[in-house]
């Protein structure tokens, strides 16, 4: 079943969010063992902040346990001619657990998502992502891939 996530959540999403970092991102990982404590008191607090204000978070709930997450984070900007309302959705922490792992719960967990972000009246939504399969799942639900982005590191 796919849920949007509440503060009933938030303990598992810490959990998913510190294992994502530990297995998907290029961390160093004695630095991330070493922060795990304060990485995930601070997680937890930025849950209760912004959950279901500007962070949706979605998952596939089995058993009483999230195995999949997609996240939806409205960012509000100027206004424009193609976006009065200003509001930008970027999606992140986008994970499944890995015995889960390619059986569709992903796909179905951000379909939801964009559903969401269209009833939010979003007019579009971004995700950064590295990982080919991923980026096949993206692509197959109508995301087109860009190459303008830019980023430095401070």
């Not at 959540?9 to 991102?25: A, C, G, P, W």
């Not at 569709?104 to 080919?132: D, R």
């Amino acid at each position: 079943m796919i849920k949007l996530l509440d503060e009933n959540y938030i303990d598992q999403i810490v959990n998913i969010r510190y294992l994502m970092q530990f297995e998907e991102l290029n961390v160093n990982l004695d630095l991330l063992k070493q922060n795990e404590k304060q990485l995930k008191e601070k997680t937890k607090i930025y849950l209760q902040n912004n959950l279901n204000k500007n962070l949706y978070v979605f998952g596939y709930i089995l058993d009483n346990k999230i195995i999949a997450t997609a996240s939806l984070l409205i960012h509000e900007n100027y206004p424009s001619f193609n976006n009065l309302e200003g509001k930008k959705g970027r999606i992140s922490t986008v994970f499944t657990i890995k015995d889960y792992r390619h059986q569709g719960y992903q796909k179905k967990v951000l379909k939801e998502l964009l559903l969401a972000a269209k009833k939010l009246n979003l007019n579009s939504v971004k995700v950064n992502c590295n990982n080919p399969i991923a980026i096949n799942i993206y692509k197959s639900l109508g995301f087109i891939e860009t190459k303008n982005t830019f980023k430095i590191n401070l």
